[in-house]
């Protein structure tokens, strides 16, 4: 069984910065992508960013442009969500995922609280 471990989340004043982990536990897998989406109170999940894990690329979706970078360390098989001049509509859950190489299956961690405050 394989689970997704994010931690980074937290309160912050809006301007400030977060950075978000996430790496997987359990069974090993051979990735194909790793990324983010957030879901704000009534909203539906939105895409945010997603490393591509055997070249580096990354790709953001519109939340992700421009304060969000993502990035990735192999030996720890963990990515990053850096965030950075955040806002209060910034805030929402944010989920962690992997898709697996060659097998269609997407993991989804539990989510992590963001609060921006303004």
Avoid: H
């Avoid at 194909?32 to 945010?48: H, K």
């Avoid at 950075?84 to 989804?108: F, I, M, Q």
């Amino acid at each position: 069984q394989v689970q997704l471990v994010e931690s980074g989340g937290g309160l912050v004043q809006a301007g400030g910065s977060l950075r978000l982990s996430c790496a997987p536990s359990g069974r090993t897998f051979s990735t194909l992508y790793m990324g983010w989406f957030r879901q704000a109170p009534g909203e539906e999940r939105e895409f945010v960013a997603r490393m591509s894990w055997s070249s580096g690329i990354p790709y953001y979706g519109d939340s992700g442009k421009g304060r969000f970078t993502i990035s990735r360390d192999i030996a720890k098989n963990t990515v990053y969500l850096q965030m950075n001049s955040l806002k209060p509509e910034d805030t929402a859950v944010y989920y962690c995922y992997a898709d697996v190489r060659g097998g269609g299956s997407r993991y989804w961690g539990q989510g992590t609280q963001v609060t921006v405050s303004s």
